[in-house]
């Protein structure tokens, strides 16, 4: 069976913007029918939905424009085109990611240690972020 092909990492930046190229590789994944069956459900939900939200796209207008293009350039000219936002902006969305779930969300909080233990991952105390969380249950951070 073949591995996995996980996008890249959502701390990767295009345009300015946090967690676009993982984006754009999980519909690139999805149009191509390679997106792991366990990303399926948030395609275009939480941080994808956190990244058009901060655009100002819906998740199927984003795809057409994915699916038009052939290379990540091509997106990004898009993207700088057609999504007027301030660094400010991107910066807000930055530390939002990086910062989710905080401290004053137990609940999330709780979702993130049942994660880390579905994954295996519970012995690690460096994990703190579902972003952290990402890159370590997609191999790219050995603890």
Not at 19 to 27: E, N, T, V
Not at 37 to 65: P, Q, S
Not at 127 to 137: E, N, R, W
Request: with cysteine.
């Amino acid at each position: 069976m073949d591995q996995p092909i996980f996008p890249r990492s959502p701390r990767e930046t295009m345009c300015g913007w946090m967690h676009l190229p993982r984006y754009i590789d999980k519909i690139r994944l999805h149009l191509a029918g390679r997106l792991p069956a366990d990303y399926h459900n948030n395609l275009g939900k939480g941080f994808d939905g956190w990244w058009l939200e901060a655009a100002g796209l819906r998740h199927e207008e984003f795809t057409a424009v994915v699916r038009s293009s052939i290379t990540d350039g091509e997106v990004a000219d898009w993207v700088l085109k057609n999504v007027q936002r301030t660094e400010a902006d991107k910066a807000t969305h930055r530390q939002r990611m990086l910062n989710y779930p905080s401290a004053d969300n137990p609940q999330m909080i709780e979702r993130l240690a049942l994660r880390k233990k579905e994954s295996g991952l519970d012995h690690r105390d460096d994990i703190q972020t579902f972003v952290d969380y990402i890159d370590a249950d997609e191999g790219r951070r050995q603890g």
